[in-house]
């Protein structure tokens, strides 16, 4: 089973930006899909964006334009990379990765982002 761990978390000023790493365990070439989501406190889990095998992307609407999905096959790494960051961003980030050999979605730990006023 593909393991995964995020970084680049953290505190910045509202305006301000951060880069999410997500690191697997294995090919990521050969995953199917990996992605992003966030969960702020007392909230429900939300789609922010993913990134298929192929290299096509997809964005959660209302963050087109300020976040930007990208990936390292050689370094097995899935990067978010944040804009214009607001208060409304801060949230746990969770990176995730979507196999059919398995059929399975494995979750990493999460990345803390607070965004201060």
């Known amino acids: 089973q593909v393991q995964l761990a995020e970084s680049g978390g953290g505190l910045v000023q509202a305006g301000g930006s951060l880069r999410l790493s997500c690191v697997a365990s294995t090919r990521i070439s050969a995953i199917n899909e990996m992605g992003w989501y966030r969960q702020a406190a007392g909230k429900e889990r939300d789609l922010v964006a993913y990134i298929t095998s192929s290299g096509e992307t997809t964005y959660a609407k209302s963050l087109k334009g300020r976040f930007t999905i990208s990936k390292d096959n050689n370094k097995n790494t899935v990067y978010l990379q944040m804009n214009s960051l607001t208060p409304e961003d801060t949230a746990v980030y969770y990176c995730?990765?979507?196999?059919?050999?398995?059929?399975?979605?494995?979750w990493g730990q999460g990345t803390q982002v607070t965004v201060s006023s």
């Open positions: 995730y990765a979507l196999t059919t050999l398995p059929p399975q979605t494995t």
